[in-house]
T-cell receptor, first 114, second 115 residues
Framework: KAGVTQTPRYLIKTRGQQVTLSCSPI?????VSWYQQTPGQGLQFLFE???????NKGNFPGRFSGRQFSNSRSEMNVSTLELGDSALYLC?????????????FGDGTRLSIL | GDSVTQMEGPVTLSEEAFLTINCTYT??????LFWYVQYPGEGLQLLLK?????DKGSNKGFEATYRKETTSFHLEKGSVQVSDSAVYFC??????????????FGQGTILTVHP
């Protein structure tokens, strides 16, 4: 069974640009969650999508957005990039996002802002 | 809100030593608890889980018991190997609708095992 796939693995952008990251969940998983990982703040929850709807959202500015498609694939977008957005962005999937279901993570997209 | 506190690292051990990484949590209701491991350049891998009080999760020689009375989920392994060197994260998923798809993580503990 294929795992969670994130593309691209690495991205370099400059301040003010926007970026789109992609995530393909494990087949049959309908819940996709996104996290930001930085040395200073650790792992922080961005948002979760299920059946193309955002069900849960963390404490991030509106520049961070996402969407989910009918095949459960998800994208997240960051607009007007800031230096502080440099981070590893991780996507995770689970069957339906219930609290007792483990999330399975991709290898992440490393975003560097110059 | 929910929170997870892990013991401060890094932790350095010799091969075959006993490992304990402490984890305590704050949450309402009955959360599910997880340990994840992250190797360099990779995402997080699920190590073990426990979804109700007194459950013991185990995998690859690692164990952790969900202790409701002490709000703890300490990770243990009887004999570590060099290949166990990684960063370990304790995490919880709260009960209730506001917790859909959300894991709350501890700050992570870096483990280095020397031959």
């Amino acid at each position: 069974k294929a795992g969670v796939t994130q593309t691209p693995r690495y991205l370099i952008k400059t301040r003010g640009q926007q970026v789109t990251l992609s995530c393909s969940p494990i087949s049959g998983h309908r819940s996709v969650s996104w996290y930001q990982q930085t040395p200073g703040q650790g792992l922080q929850f961005l948002f979760e999508y299920f059946s193309e709807t955002q069900r849960n959202k963390g404490n991030f500015p509106g520049r961070f957005s996402g969407r989910q498609f009918s095949n459960s694939r998800s994208e997240m977008n960051v607009s007007t990039l800031e230096l502080g957005d440099s981070a590893l962005y991780l996507c995770a999937s689970s069957l339906v996002g219930a609290s007792n279901q483990p999330q399975h993570f991709g290898d992440g997209t490393r975003l560097s802002i110059l | 809100g929910d929170s997870v506190t892990q013991m401060e690292g890094p932790v350095t051990l010799s091969e075959e030593a006993f490992l304990t990484i402490n984890c305590t949590y704050t949450a309402t209701g009955y959360p599910s608890l997880f340990w994840y491991v992250q190797y360099p350049g990779e995402g997080l891998q699920l190590l073990l889980k426990a979804t109700k009080a007194d459950d013991k999760g185990s995998n690859k020689g690692f164990e952790a018991t969900y202790r409701k009375e002490t709000t703890s989920f300490h990770l243990e392994k009887g004999s570590v190997q060099v290949s166990d060197s990684a960063v370990y994260f304790c995490a919880l998923s709260g009960a209730g609708g506001t917790s859909y798809g959300k894991l709350t993580f501890g700050q992570g503990t870096i483990l280095t095992v020397h031959p």
